[in-house]
């Protein structure tokens, strides 16, 4: 028996501190003209490490920058004492919410009297459903509540029923203008949901005539060269092939100045009705950008879709799988990036609001848009949650950057030889006395350029690198040193073939 002690067990990541290294640094980038409370003009940018900073920077759901629509019912005729007036309205899933209800009395002997008692009838209730009422002669104007955005603009959600003789007219809800906010909101908390100890940069810029998408090289330029991914939610106008080409020229120029990075793309689909016309993505050659085209259709996703109007997508959760991931992860892995956490993204959509349970939905329109090279969310049958399908860019399957991963791979390597190679620019070179390189100038380059290639294979992002300098070049006429890197990447599995049957003995081959 051990003699009597007291053992401390310590722990290790309670306090949620930064992630090392720099692969996590990324941007969200949006465009209005009306800024929230914490932006400026000459202060467009924000850094944020949770979505309470984005909530102390005037982010939030609280649906501030909402013009609530609003409604009114002209009492014409006032009845008989003991006629009622129910005031209803039709909300998201068909759901009805009983505004106010008011019996005449005798004392109500005028229009105006009656609109002014219903008015107060429903501000009885607006602790409860949000709806408030005021009077102006013998009309009733209601507001609806907050959040509701476009949502009440169409059809005849307000309902008035008027029994006995009382009569009036009904004007429909209209002037509901959505909150930005909350969609950036949501974008924002689903990154941070996907990788809580991520870094985010947010960038909101005012609509472009033109869209070049110009202005990730400020945000990146703010960020002083950290950023690796990117993503930009438009919804000025509609999705745009032509955005992706964009978008890719953007990146590549970035890369030239040694800030590489990708993108991911998210645009208006709503007027989409088939999701199958879309165009094929493969025929481009945007390997640095990507289109997200799914959307979440049974919690908040949703609902800003319809408060909206417009495609909300999975752009902050497809943002978040990608921080989260290392440089060689394609965030379909199962095992490490389930997206639905039981409430969101749980019910899948496209984003241009046809869930995945309608009959148009097949395999076959799954596998014609991945390879089309989108992505969106799917499931797998017998294994729970959400998952995205490929982390598809815009390119040919054929091409060696057909992934995001590819494309992370290929740019941290860049970066590390890139800095590793920086001390020697400019720097003298001993020669032989044939005009050659001497053994150790070679390898002392090449021990250089390996050092970070080696150290990504002890982080497991790739397999194996290989570096290596022609001793015959004449540095002296070109004053330049060409180093040969290749780098074996590591494989991912994205399909597994399993040849099975019955047999009448085992082998072992």
């Not at 609509?207 to 703010?222: C, L, N």
């Amino acid at each position: 028996m051990a003699l009597s002690n007291i053992t401390f067990q310590q722990g290790a990541g309670g306090l949620g501190r930064p992630l090392a290294g720099q692969d996590f640094y990324t941007s969200l980038v949006f465009y209005s003209s009306a800024l929230p409370s914490g932006f400026s003009t000459a202060n467009h940018i924000k850094k944020f490490l949770s979505p309470q900073d984005a909530i102390n920077s005037g982010i939030s759901y609280s649906y501030a920058d909402e013009t609530q629509a609003t409604g009114s019912y002209l009492v014409t005729a006032i009845g008989a004492v003991g006629d009622t007036v129910v005031v209803s309205v039709t909300e998201l899933n068909a759901k009805t919410v009983i505004l106010g209800s008011y019996t005449k009395v005798a004392g109500d002997t005028t229009p105006t009297i009656l609109a002014t008692k219903i008015a107060a009838a429903i501000n009885a209730n607006t602790i409860a459903n949000g709806y408030t009422a005021s009077s102006a002669t013998a009309t009733v104007t209601i507001t609806a509540r907050k959040g509701l955005g476009v949502f009440l603009n169409t059809g005849t959600p307000l309902v008035v029923q008027a029994g006995g003789t009382i009569a009036g007219t009904l004007t429909a809800f209209s002037g509901g203008v959505p909150s930005r906010n909350a969609v950036y909101f949501y974008h924002i908390s689903e990154f941070f949901r996907i990788q809580p100890k991520g870094v985010l940069y947010v960038g909101i810029f005012a609509v472009p005539s033109t869209y070049t998408f110009a202005e990730i090289s400020t945000v990146q330029s703010f960020a002083t060269g950290t950023l690796r991914q990117w993503g930009v939610w438009k919804d000025a106008s509609a999705f745009s092939t032509a955005d992706l080409t964009s978008i890719d020229i953007q990146n590549k120029l970035l890369d030239t100045a040694h800030s590489p990075l990708v993108g991911l793309y998210a645009a208006d689909l709503s007027g989409t009705t088939d999701i199958s016309t879309l165009t094929d993505l493969s025929v481009l050659t945007a390997n640095t950008a990507s289109a997200i085209i799914s959307q979440d259709g049974g919690a908040m996703g949703a609902f800003l879709y319809a408060t909206f109007g417009k495609s909300i997508t999975t752009l902050g959760a497809a943002l978040g799988a990608v921080a989260l991931a290392n440089v060689n992860e394609d965030i379909g892995w199962l095992a490490k990036f389930n997206i639905s956490n039981g409430t969101e993204c749980e019910t899948l959509a496209f984003a241009n609001g046809v869930l995945f349970s309608n009959a148009s939905v097949t395999n076959n329109l799954l596998t014609l848009l991945d390879s089309y090279r989108y992505i969106f969310l799917l499931k797998y049958v017998g294994f729970s949650g959400s998952y995205f399908c490929h982390a598809n860019t815009s390119v040919s399957i054929s091409s060696d950057y057909a992934f995001i991963n590819d494309n992370r791979t290929i740019q941290k390597a860049k970066r590390g030889i890139y800095t590793a190679l920086l001390p020697v620019l400019n720097g003298p070179l001993i020669l032989n006395s044939n005009g050659t390189m001497t053994n150790t100038t070679i390898a002392y380059l090449i021990s250089l350029a390996q050092a970070p290639l080696f150290q990504m294979v002890r982080s497991s992002e790739i397999s194996a690198p290989g570096v290596s300098i022609d001793p015959t070049q004449n540095v002296l006429s070109t004053n330049t040193v060409v180093i040969n890197v290749q780098i074996v990447p590591d494989g991912v599995a994205r399909q597994i073939v399993i040849p099975i049957g019955y047999t009448q003995t085992l082998t072992t081959a």
